[in-house]
């Protein structure tokens, strides 16, 4: 999974499982992205990835390597 032949731009699922689950987490994945599909994004689940892309940015920015990057990150957005 992971190509998107309707609209611009690329997306990708990422799943791990262990080996004797990996046919239940397949089913599941696809049942996700089925349910996204036909439904739509819930606001708890925009929310929730809202909240995660701050922090994996906090993160990022932890040290002073990291910093440096999100600031040349933003000013690019200007």
Do not use: P
């Not at 925009?46 to 701050?54: E, S």
């Amino acid at each position: 999974m992971g190509v998107d032949s309707i609209t611009e731009g690329s997306w990708f699922i990422r799943g791990t499982f262990d080996t004797t689950l990996l046919g239940r987490g397949e089913a599941s994945t696809r049942r996700e992205l089925s349910k996204w599909f036909e439904q739509g994004i819930t606001a708890e689940e925009l929310a929730a990835q809202k909240t995660n892309y701050v922090g994996v940015f906090k993160l990022g920015t932890a040290h002073h390597h990291g910093h440096g990057r999100g600031l040349a990150q933003g000013a690019g957005t200007r």
